[in-house]
């Protein structure tokens, strides 16, 4: 097994705990474990840069890359409201 195997790292970043849910929720139905950091401070004070001080979305680093592909093609299969 690879040494990093079970390393946490970020996917992405979101100013909303409902959008890393609903994105975790994409990851698990395509069998991907996934959880969230959050800093209350971007609810608060929407100012700061979600990337400082935002909600993290985390997978092993091992499953990284597949994540990103499964969240690419969800968010581009959305329709977009105008």
């Known amino acids: ?3 990093n195997a079970d390393k946490l790292v970020v996917a992405k970043y979101y100013d909303s705990v409902l959008n890393a ?3 975790m929720e994409v990851l ?3 069998g991907i474990e ?3 950091t959050s800093d209350m401070m ?3 004070f929407p ?4 990337k400082e001080r935002g909600i993290s979305l985390l997978v092993f680093e ?3 890359d597949k994540a990103l592909q499964i969240l690419d093609e969800y968010h581009h299969s959305m329709p977009v409201n105008e």
Not at 47 to 50: A, Q, S, V
């Open 1 to 3: 097994m690879e040494e």
């Open 47 to 50: 100012l700061f840069d979600e």
């Open 42 to 44: 971007v609810g608060i």
């Open 21 to 23: 849910e609903l994105d």
């Open 62 to 64: 091992a499953d990284l």
């Open 34 to 36: 996934s959880t969230f």
């Open 28 to 30: 698990k139905s395509n």
